[in-house]
């Protein structure tokens, strides 16, 4: 079975569902699937964690203690991580209204102003969480059930902050790309 994607049928299923401008964008340098199996991982590991715990609480009325604290943590970069993989496949949550009404390189140029404030916004996430993640190391801070360094955990937000802000400078520059060589790149109209 492969794994690749008829280009005419993409093109196909984009039109019939208005998503033209993004069955434009070329692929990405960095493949997607690098998030998927991040997600697929995390999610195993948080069944486990989370099964296991249940048991031991089940057969001796106690659970472990170090389940709570892991366990929120692969949330934290399960949300991470899947924001990562929404702004790459630009599905991330937009007001869809200002997109419809009007032309499409009104429409283009909103996506493109979308996807350069979210590498802003990550960008200056990831200088605060910086910032957070060396007074954690600093202060020697540790997590209460386990006792270890807080800075262990904290570390995942400024990289993959920087990961979804790399990823959302890819779509602004593929849209731009497409913007500038696409179908109707000077039209005014619909």
Known sequence: MSHETDPTRV????????????ASLAPPKVPLALEDWL????????????FANVLVRYLTDQSFAWTEEISIFLM??????GGCAAVARDRHIKIEYFLDVGSAQRR???????????????????????????????????TPAIGLPKWWFSIWLPVLSLA???????VFLRQRLAGDAGPGAGEGGR
Do not use: K, P
């Open 164 to 170: 979804i802000a790399g990823r959302a400078l890819g």
């Open 108 to 142: 283009r140029r909103l996506m493109r102003f979308g996807a350069l404030c979210s590498a802003v916004f990550f960008l200056f996430l990831a200088v605060l969480s910086v910032r957070l993640v060396w007074d954690e190391y600093r202060y020697e801070e540790t």
């Open 76 to 81: 934290i970069v399960l949300t991470l991580v």
């Open 39 to 50: 997600a697929v991982l995390i999610m195993g590991a948080l069944c486990l964690i989370t």
């Open 11 to 22: 093109a196909e299923v984009a039109d019939a569902l208005g998503l033209q401008d993004e």
